[in-house]
Nanobody
Framework: VQLQAFGGGLVQAGGSLRLSCAASGRTFSRYAMGWFRQGPGKEREVVAAINWSGRSTYYAEPVKGRFTISRDNAKNTAYLQMNSLKPEDTAVYYC???????????????????????WGQGTQVTVSS
């Protein structure tokens, strides 16, 4: 599967952005999806994850209450709605797909980058103060 993330940009603190991750192929609905980010000089970290059905989600502590992950399996697309953005949210944001049949059957997701099998190219988000 190929993933393409887009929707990043420059926004002032307190603003909003919506990232999209478009997937190719017909198996998108069987994948858990995750959003990760990597800031300057930092390691890649999880932002949010969602199971195949969209009924189960995970958020990293720094973004809880501000970001919302969702998906539309009919459109092969995952989303990350980011509100109340802060300068510390500045990073390259990546979407990733987890094709684990075990997590599909369990209806679960992973927040570990090394458990994701497919990655998009990243989209830059810059939040100015």
């Amino acid at each position: 599967v190929q993933l393409q993330a887009f929707g990043g940009g420059l926004v002032q603190a307190g603003g909003s952005l919506r990232l999209s991750c478009a997937a190719s192929g017909r198996t998108f609905s069987r994948y858990a999806m995750g959003w990760f980010r990597q800031g300057p000089g930092k390691e890649r970290e999880v932002v949010a994850a969602i199971n195949w059905s969209g009924r189960s989600t995970y958020y990293a502590e720094p973004v809880k209450g501000r970001f919302t992950i969702s998906r539309d399996n009919a459109k092969n697309t995952a989303y990350l709605q980011m509100n109340s953005l802060k300068p510390e949210d500045t990073a390259v944001y990546y979407c990733a797909a987890d094709s684990s049949p075990i997590r599909y059957s369990a209806g679960s997701y992973s927040y570990r980058p090394n458990e994701y099998h497919y990655w998009g190219q990243g989209t830059q988000v810059t939040v100015s103060s």
